[in-house]
């Protein structure tokens, strides 16, 4: 079965630092990926998605950046971190093709704390 | 326009109670639909997908309208388990298949 994984589940940060947020996927091969962010009492807004490694489109202009290494990693990064960076990140996978191609599934998210 | 919307609520109602949810979409090129549960600091989970001639998976109902372009979830003798919040979830025929979530509506079941 598949699992995906992602850390850190909590973090605190000062304005100005770097971010590295990852996912890892297990148990499928080529799948598409997904970062969002959730504002507090807000919805999911999609920062990023992966069709492949190395191909990587971004939905929304900012401070952050994604990365693809390997087929199953998804890395979310800053260099700098904003307070308005502060939020709950989730990353999610679905398959590329094949049956079950349409449905996503979550990370149990990483929740960021700018200070 | 939204491209997904639903009434964020909060819809408070009775245990026992049956309660209803829209979300209208506006891409007439979405291609499949789905509602999720969110609770409170997790994160959301697939609840059922929606099949244009309707589904039912126990006390819940999904059903599709194309030509009004919109999804509705029913859930009958809600339980307090039910608290939540209720995404819906909207995939465009297009490229790689953008998937949209609309904000949720979220729902208080009380004793």
């Known amino acids: 079965s598949q699992t995906i994984h992602q850390w850190p589940a909590t973090l605190v940060q000062p304005v100005g630092s770097p971010l590295s947020l990852e996912c890892t996927v297990e148990?499928?091969?080529?799948?598409?990926l997904y970062w969002y962010r959730q504002a507090a009492g807000r919805g999911l807004q999609l920062l990023f998605y992966?069709?492949?490694?190395?191909?990587i489109s971004s939905e929304v202009p900012q401070n952050l950046s994604a990365s693809r290494p390997q087929d199953r990693q998804f890395i979310l990064s800053s260099k700098k971190l904003l307070l308005s960076d502060s939020g709950f990140y989730l990353c999610?996978?679905?398959?590329?093709?094949?049956?079950?191609?349409?449905?996503?599934?979550f990370g149990a998210g990483s929740r960021l704390t700018v200070l | 326009r939204k491209e997904v919307e639903q009434d964020p609520g909060p819809f408070n109602v009775p245990e026992g109670a049956t309660v209803a949810f829209n979300c209208t979409y506006s891409?007439?090129?979405?291609?499949?639909f789905f509602w999720y549960r969110q609770d409170c600091r997790k994160e959301p989970k697939l609840l059922m997908s929606?099949?244009?001639s309707g589904n039912e998976d126990g006390r819940f109902t999904a059903q599709l309208n194309r030509a009004s372009q919109y999804i509705s979830l029913l859930i009958r003798d809600s339980k307090l388990s039910d608290s939540a919040t209720y995404l819906c979830?909207?995939?465009?025929?297009?490229?790689?298949?953008?998937?949209?979530f609309g904000t949720g509506t979220k729902l208080q079941v009380i004793p």
């Open positions: 999610a996978w679905r398959r590329g093709q094949g049956s079950g191609a349409n449905v996503l599934t």
């Open positions: 148990g499928t091969s080529n799948p598409n």
């Open positions: 992966s069709v492949g490694i190395g191909q």
């Open positions: 891409n007439s090129a979405s291609q499949s």
């Open positions: 929606v099949y244009s």
């Open positions: 979830v909207v995939i465009e025929n297009r490229g790689y298949q953008k998937v949209t």
